[in-house]
T-cell receptor, first 115, second 112 residues
Framework: DAGVTQSPTHLIKTRGQHVTLRCSPISGHKSVSWYQQVLGQGPQFIFQYYEKEERGRGNFPDRFSARQFPNYSSELNVNALLLGDSALYLC??????????????FGSGTQLSVL | KQEVTQIPAALSVPEGENLVLNCSFT??????LQWFRQDPGKGLTSLLL?????REQTSGRLNASLDKSSGRSTLYIAASQPGDSATYLC???????????FGTGTRLQVTL
C-alpha cells in the first residue's frame, strides 16, 4: 500500500511568488495535516483538514491556506513568499480527526527554497 | 502552552552501545506521545506510539517509556548500529485534532 505521497519533492521560488504543494493521504485516511519544518527545528503544525473542513490551525499568517478535496487529498497554498518560508513542508494523514488516540503517518515532504 | 524539550541535542556513540534519548514536556494532559525518526532532508518515520494510559511500548531494539505525571519519556535503543544514525524526534498530542507538538530532536551518530 502506498504511504502518504507529496509533490513536488523540491521547489525553488522567488520572493513574492505563490506556491501550491500537494498531498495524497494513505488510502482510507480521511484526515490530513500540514507541518512546516525549518532547518534544525522540529515540525510546526500549520493546518488540519477532515472531511473537507478545517479542524485546526496553527500560528501562521493568512498567506497560508489549504483545502481538502472529496478524495481526501489536500493542497497547501502559500502566497507572497518570504525568505523565511524556506522549509521542509510535511503532510501527515490519519484515520480520523478525533482525539489524540490515533497515530499520524508522514510523507517525505516538499523542500521549498525561496530565493 | 505545551513545550517539548529533547536532551541531548546531539549524540555520538560507537556501534553496539545501548543508549537513551530523553524527552520532556510541560503539560502532562496528553493523549499520546510518539517517537519519530528522520533521515536528513526526509520525512518522518513513526517508531513508537504510547497512549497516555500506557507506561511503555517496545518494537525490536527500541523501547519507549512514558511517565505522564512527571512529563518525561525516554527512548532506549539497544545494541546500536550505524543504520540507526538519524535525528530522533518526540511529539506529544494534547487532543487537539492532529496537532502534535514536537521537540527539536536528538541527532544520533553511531560510528563503526
Amino acid at each position: 500500500d502506498a504511504g502518504v505521497t507529496q509533490s513536488p519533492t523540491h521547489l525553488i521560488k522567488t520572493r513574492g511568488q505563490h506556491v501550491t504543494l500537494r498531498c495524497s493521504p494513505i488510502s482510507g485516511h480521511k484526515s490530513v495535516s500540514w507541518y512546516q519544518q525549518v532547518l534544525g527545528q522540529g515540525p510546526q503544525f500549520i493546518f488540519q483538514y477532515y472531511e473537507k473542513e478545517e479542524r485546526g490551525r496553527g500560528n501562521f499568517p493568512d498567506r497560508f491556506s489549504a483545502r481538502q478535496f472529496p478524495n481526501y487529498s489536500s493542497e497547501l497554498n502559500v502566497n507572497a513568499l518570504l525568505l523565511g518560508d524556506s522549509a521542509l513542508y510535511l503532510c501527515a494523514s490519519s484515520l480520523s480527526a478525533g482525539t489524540g488516540l490515533v497515530a499520524l503517518f508522514f510523507g517525505s515532504g516538499t523542500q521549498l527554497s525561496v530565493l | 502552552k505545551q513545550e517539548v524539550t529533547q536532551i541531548p541535542a546531539a549524540l555520538s556513540v560507537p556501534e553496539g552501545e545501548n543508549l537513551v534519548l530523553n524527552c520532556s514536556f510541560t503539560d502532562s494532559a496528553i493523549y499520546n506521545l510518539q517517537w519519530f525518526r528522520q533521515d536528513p532532508g526526509k520525512g518522518l518515520t513513526s517508531l513508537l506510539l504510547i497512549q497516555s494510559s500506557q507506561r511503555e511500548q517496545t518494537s525490536g531494539r527500541l523501547n519507549a517509556s512514558l511517565d505522564k505525571s512527571s512529563g518525561r519519556s525516554t527512548l532506549y535503543i539497544a545494541a546500536s548500529q550505524p543504520g540507526d544514525s538519524a535525528t530522533y524526534l518526540c511529539a506529544v498530542n494534547t487532543g487537539t485534532a492532529s496537532k502534535l507538538t514536537f521537540g527539536t530532536g536528538t541527532r544520533l551518530q553511531v560510528t563503526l
